[in-house]
């Protein structure tokens, strides 16, 4: 958890956001392990917050890593097969898909904020 909110209060650029993800991810499978040891009014709005953040840094990991997945898939194609086409529409792609990054950190944020407001269940 210690890691999860010094990621967070960093300035987070891609990486530090990927790291993050994968942190809540492995916060949610423990708490959904051992949700059944404690009171379910507690588990449940823990973890509806927690997969909220959750999902929130996944579609910022799939913004970052998207632009580097096509421009990695245009780049191995022979000349012939890239053509300044494909090369447009994959950067169409990729800008479409982390156009909203920016709004998209601004909910993550917001969520952090909720999430980290809550107890946690096993306190």
Not at 81 to 103: I, K, M
Request: charged share 25%.
């Amino acid at each position: 958890l210690r890691k999860i909110v010094a990621a967070q209060q960093s300035s987070a650029g891609a990486q530090a956001r990927h790291e993050l993800r994968l942190s809540l991810k492995k916060l949610r499978y423990s708490s959904e392990f051992f949700a059944s040891l404690y009171d379910n009014d507690a588990v449940v709005p823990f973890l509806k917050s927690l997969v909220r953040l959750q999902d929130v840094f996944g579609t910022l990991n799939d913004a970052a890593s998207s632009n580097a997945l096509l421009t990695r898939v245009v780049d191995t194609l022979p000349d012939e097969q890239a053509t300044p086409e494909l090369r447009e529409a994959a950067a169409f792609a990729a800008g479409w898909q982390s156009s909203g990054a920016e709004d998209i950190w601004g909910r993550a944020q917001k969520r952090w904020t909720r999430f980290a407001e809550q107890d946690s269940f096993w306190r």
